[in-house]
């Protein structure tokens, strides 16, 4: 298919089409939805994913435009083309707002959709305003309404780790959409997005009947771009970044697949690229960290801190859908509201015993996670510590440890010791996170053998490193517990070159790297010490 241009940061389907801009066809599941058992839905996808997006097809879809979806798979599906009138709300303007404002901003959401239908007197308060809006579209066009509302928990977010505000927030959006329920005769379709998942008590206390499908796996595609997509809409896009970046077909895949890919939202499910990474990339031509780029949430961080997150406790875990899916308003960990905001995702799942694997989705959200973690190792000293991780990473791929780790123990002598510092814990979190920070390769902490679990694993393109970490013991016992419990065999058939590293911490004294010790490939029984 022909290279287009891309809609980076666009929203509304008429337009893209109108201007022929690459557009991933998702009209299949929009009519699917409409014509399925049910009327009221909710979707959860993490933020620039495309729900907006969504939201705007399904308004052109129901306003019977069939002009704009010529081509696409919704044009052979569709044989009648009802135009119904629609209400849309987006509530992604009504963060960081106070009781008052956030009512306020209903009222002028609700006027300006009153104004779009004629409709000049109204009551005063926003619960009988919608009332009054959806009986008098439906008596005056005799047809049913179609409700959209984009971002529905926009206002909540930013306070959802205040324990005072969020239930003030939380009784005005409720209040908003209880009537939604009690108009149900008048109503032909009823779609919700948000980032988060809110209990059903909370804030759709009369909604009991709607259908939840962010991790039905009909619809595992809905948002973002899948692999066969990408292929399929692709192709020369891919074959332009490789050209930009002197790689193979095949070696960009495999980059934009590290970079990008990794999103399961239900299991099993296709390979879901982030879109707006994908696209950015695209439109650059440079591998970056374009959807971290974009904007860490306060509230993600807020919350982080709150539950004091563990670097080393990020992925790599395993949980049950209630554990996860879970109301955040609820949660009694981060892990729902690291997963519904796209930094976990599911990677596996074992149906005999109902619990699924969740972990980080790519290198973009893992090096964008740790560096937002890096202050809290390297204080003032995290500019220069990005560029000794840069570093770093060169070492490395070149098959040289030793050379990354004698950087990585003379940068150490530079950052200020602090008593609360001293502990291994600490010191054990900052190489978690420095090794996490290393690029573009892929990372693992903890991994999962059949013998246990390895300290950190490093996959390059020529090598697999294997790396044991001890505080005040030995370099042998390290290398002695990679030998013992057979860790090398999970990469028996990788076809790179392994690498076993033991590495020795001083915690009391130096309160650095006191010696290492490297086995394998260009580097064998190096002693530092």
């Not at 300006?112 to 009988?128: G, Q, V």
């Not at 005072?164 to 009537?179: A, E, I, K, T």
């Not at 694993?457 to 044991?468: A, K, P, W």
Request: proline share 4%; hydrophobic share 35%; glycine share 6%.
């Amino acid at each position: 298919m022909a290279l287009k241009l891309y809609p980076i940061g666009m929203q509304t389907f008429s337009e893209i089409r109108e201007k022929d801009m690459l557009y991933v066809d998702k009209t299949e599941y929009v009519y699917r939805m409409s014509h399925g058992s049910g009327k009221f839905f909710f979707l959860s996808r993490p933020r620039r994913f495309g729900k907006s997006l969504l939201v705007s097809t399904m308004k052109s879809y129901f306003e019977g435009c069939k002009e704009l979806f010529k081509g696409l798979a919704i044009e052979r599906l569709e044989t009648e083309w009802i135009k119904y009138p629609v209400l849309h709300f987006s509530m992604a303007g009504g963060k960081h707002m106070d009781k008052e404002s956030l009512e306020d901003f209903l009222g002028h959401r609700l006027l300006d959709e009153e104004l779009r239908f004629c409709i000049i007197e109204h009551p005063t308060n926003a619960n009988d305003r919608l009332i009054n809006l959806i009986r008098t579209i439906y008596n005056k066009t005799g047809k049913p309404v179609v409700v959209l509302i984009d971002e529905y928990d926009a206002p909540l977010l930013d306070v959802v780790h205040e324990d005072d505000h969020l239930p003030v927030l939380r009784n005005v959006m409720r209040n908003f959409f209880s009537p939604l329920k009690d108009c149900d005769q008048y109503l032909r379709f009823v779609f919700l997005t948000g980032i988060t998942k809110f209990s059903q008590v909370s804030i759709f206390s009369e909604l009991n009947n709607i259908i939840n499908i962010s991790m039905d796996p009909r619809y595992d595609g809905i948002c973002g771009i899948t692999k066969d997509e990408l292929i399929t809409y692709m192709s020369e896009d891919v074959d332009s970044l490789a050209q930009r970046l002197q790689f193979t077909h095949e070696q960009t895949l495999q980059r934009l697949t590290l970079q990008y890919d990794g999103y399961h939202f239900t299991w099993p499910s296709a390979d879901v690229f982030n879109p707006f990474s994908l696209l950015n990339c695209f439109d650059s031509g440079r591998l970056g960290s374009y959807w971290f780029e974009s904007g860490t949430p306060t509230y993600l961080i807020e919350m982080m801190r709150k539950f004091n997150l563990k670097p080393s406790n990020i992925g790599g875990m395993r949980a049950d859908s209630a554990s996860f899916d879970a109301p955040t308003e609820r949660m009694a960990s981060i892990v729902p509201l690291l997963y519904q905001s796209g930094y976990l995702t599911i990677k596996d799942y074992d149906e005999d015993i109902d619990l699924y694997t969740l972990d980080i989705p790519n290198n973009e959200i893992r090096v964008g996670l740790y560096s937002s973690l890096l202050p809290n190792f390297l204080g003032e000293e995290v500019v220069e510590g990005r560029v000794v991780i840069a570093n770093m990473s060169r070492c490395i791929n070149n098959g040289d440890m030793d050379g990354a780790l004698e950087l990585l123990r003379t940068f150490l002598e530079t950052v200020p010791y602090c008593d609360n510092t001293a502990y291994e814990g600490h010191y054990q979190q900052m190489m978690y996170v420095v090794f996490s920070l290393l690029t573009p390769y892929r990372i693992t902490v903890e991994q999962r053998t059949s013998r246990g679990r390895t300290d950190m694993t490093l996959e390059t393109e020529r090598y697999v490193y294997i790396m044991e970490l001890k505080f005040g013991k030995s370099t042998d016992e390290a290398l002695a517990q990679i030998e013992d419990r057979k860790y090398a065999k999970a990469f028996a058939l990788s076809g790179k070159d392994v690498i076993k590293v033991g590495i020795n911490f001083d915690v009391d004294k130096e309160h650095n790297i006191v010696d290492w010790k490297v086995l394998g490939a260009q580097t064998n029984n190096y002693n530092n010490g």
